[in-house]
């Protein structure tokens, strides 16, 4: 599990780059301020959490169970959140509307947030 823990966060890092990349570069000329700051934050918060599954594979204290759960958690909610905000930002470049996945944002962000809870409870509950 550690190897799939691990081979994700370094998949989600390596898209973010190239994601980021692709919004200052390939986008700016065809979105507002405001739609390359939203895009963005989709980068942002999809590197902050490749990171933490990095740290997660790494960590020999949670057990296996526990640890699967937490990188489900986080891997969902990375796709939830950051892939949703990639869509909604931009939105006015193709013919779909991707508004009708609004909702799938903050479901996102809410599994994010669970992710470092149970993250933070599974590791400090571990005595050794």
């Known amino acids: 599990m550690n190897k799939t823990i691990f081979c994700t966060g370094i998949l989600f890092g390596a898209l973010s780059i190239v994601f980021g990349a692709f919004g200052a570069h390939g986008l700016k000329n065809l979105l507002d301020s405001t739609e390359i700051a939203t895009f963005n934050t989709g980068v942002t918060y999809q590197m902050y959490h490749a990171l933490v599954l990095l740290i997660l594979g790494g960590v020999s204290k949670i057990p296996e169970k526990e640890k699967k759960v937490v990188y489900w958690i986080f891997t969902l909610g990375i796709v939830l959140f950051s892939f949703s905000i990639y869509l909604l930002a931009t939105n006015s470049l193709t013919s779909i509307n991707f508004k009708i996945i609004a909702f ?5 962000g809410l599994l994010l947030v669970c992710g470092w809870i149970l993250f933070g409870y ?3 509950k571990e005595k050794n």
């Open 104 to 108: 799938s944002t903050p479901v996102g």
């Open 122 to 124: 599974h590791y400090l």
